[in-house]
């Protein structure tokens, strides 16, 4: 069946997409139907950056329907892990029930074995590495695999070393590491595969924090091997980037002094009433923003909470809080050497023609803040303010979060715990639970979809007394 240009304009109306969200949907990586499969190691399994991206995608773009794995090992390898034999049987297991059709791959890390490069040990990676891409496109066909290269040992706000000498071998283990970084890069030129760099960026980044703020620079990678969180929220932005994603929440340019919405993109704008002392409308925005979970928290972990060791009384880590009056200075680093903002959270306001010299913002009754008329004529970002449309983010982060920590649950506590070969026994009983926590996973999802749907909003703004 052919459709004309008028008849898909027509159908995306009747489904409240805008021209701009179709095409910014089009223009992503990520398609309705996708299942996207995150594999790895530890630094993977700190599951961070899968967050982040999962939570990006579910607030830019709440009507696509696309499913996330995480299934990366702490300790991993390109030839398996400490919970499986071989790499034969990672993939059977953290792979290919799931049918992914996206895979991204960072490996590397512990494969160069925390010294300097040796050739002996990259052919075990090189070889380990191609066996993993020929298993995946023989089990997975048509799968589109995604290769990140190692994110960096820090070698920058520390003396140049290597793990296990410390003090007495010239250069450092990102030396080695680069070495496998373009290893990936000449894989994926080979494959036509897309390759994202985790490992330039990053130590970009500690150099410039390095000559800013020399103490801060260090929690960026504490322990010199896993980034911290808010270090992952920039890895989850380069990934987010190479796959093309929008900036945008929305934009709005309404001029007061003409009464006319001059932009919305991304957004539906009605009601726009102006007089002497107040401006008022209403607007639906078809994003959310994107919530940077770690801002307003010092106490996010390096790892989050094993359940495990020892069993906890909650048996879900909870959350540090998203909202309040403290800012970590270590995510504020990040979000603004990396213009985070810039390039994935802006939701514009721009009202040019005001009279009066500062109004303040409602939002639903609730006070965002007061502005002067040039900042609102340059236009503010409401990403950056606790507004309702954040506070709806931060529900959706929260479930994405909750996802990702039945599925940790479920492989640590079911698939690892009570593996055939140690307990052949419960293995019908462990494969019930095991599918109960897949539906209650999928279910999450559904939840996340249904909090990130969008809904209209009142907007005030109202002239300040001179006094």
């Not at 494969?431 to 897949?438: G, K, R």
Request: proline letters at 7%.
């Amino acid at each position: 069946m052919k459709f004309s240009r008028w008849h898909v304009v027509i159908l995306a109306l009747a489904l409240g997409l805008t021209p701009t969200v179709r095409a910014a949907t089009q223009a992503f990586y990520l398609h309705s139907g996708d299942r996207v499969l995150f594999y790895g190691d530890s630094i993977t399994e700190q599951r961070y950056y899968p967050v982040a991206v999962e939570t990006y995608v579910r607030t830019r773009f709440p009507g696509l329907q696309v499913k996330f794995v995480d299934s990366a090992v702490g300790g991993a390898r390109v030839t398996g892990n400490w919970a499986v034999s071989s790499e034969a049987q990672s993939l059977e297991r953290d792979v290919y029930p799931f049918h992914p059709n996206v895979v991204t791959i960072m490996l590397g890390m512990n494969d160069a074995m925390y010294q300097p490069f040796k050739e002996s040990i990259f052919h075990t990676y090189v070889k380990g590495y191609e066996y993993i891409i020929a298993q995946l496109q023989k089990h997975l066909p048509g799968v589109k695999i995604v290769l990140i290269e190692p994110s960096p040992w820090d070698d920058v706000t520390h003396t140049p070393s290597y793990f296990n000498n410390p003090d007495h071998l010239p250069g450092g283990y990102n030396d080695t590491l680069l070495h496998y970084c373009a290893f990936v890069r000449k894989l994926g030129a080979e494959h036509h595969f897309m390759v994202v760099d985790f490992n330039t960026p990053i130590v970009d980044l500690l150099k410039q924090a390095e000559q800013s703020d020399p103490k801060l620079a260090q929690k960026l990678i504490p322990g010199r091997i896993h980034p911290g969180a808010s270090t992952q929220l920039f890895m989850a932005q380069l990934l987010l980037k190479a796959w093309h994603a929008p900036a945008t929440v929305s934009s709005v340019s309404l001029n007061a002094d003409t009464h006319h919405v001059e932009d919305a993109d991304n957004t539906r704008v009605t009601g726009f009433s102006v007089n002497a002392q107040r401006i008022s409308w209403n607007q639906t925005d078809q994003s959310l923003p994107y919530p940077i979970m770690t801002l307003h928290s010092t106490k996010w972990p390096q790892f989050p909470p094993d359940p495990f060791l020892p069993y906890p009384t909650d048996l879900f880590w909870k959350l540090p809080p998203l909202t309040g009056d403290t800012l970590n200075p270590v995510a504020q680093l990040v979000t603004r050497d990396t213009h985070m903002y810039r390039d994935l959270d802006s939701e514009t306001l721009q009202v040019s023609g005001l009279t009066g010299s500062s109004y303040t913002l409602k939002i639903d009754g609730s006070p965002i803040g007061t502005f002067s008329a040039g900042q609102l004529a340059d236009g503010i970002n409401l990403a950056r303010y606790q507004t309702p449309m954040m506070d709806q983010a931060d529900k959706v982060l929260t479930a994405v979060w909750h996802e990702e920590d039945l599925r940790f649950y479920e492989w640590r506590a079911v698939q690892v715990a009570l593996r055939a070969d140690h307990y052949p026994s419960v293995q019908p009983a462990a494969n019930q639970l095991v599918s109960a926590i897949y539906r209650q996973k999928d279910s999450l999802a559904t939840r996340e979809h249904i909090l990130a749907r969008p809904i209209p909003h009142h907007y005030v703004l109202q002239l300040q007394s001179q006094q």
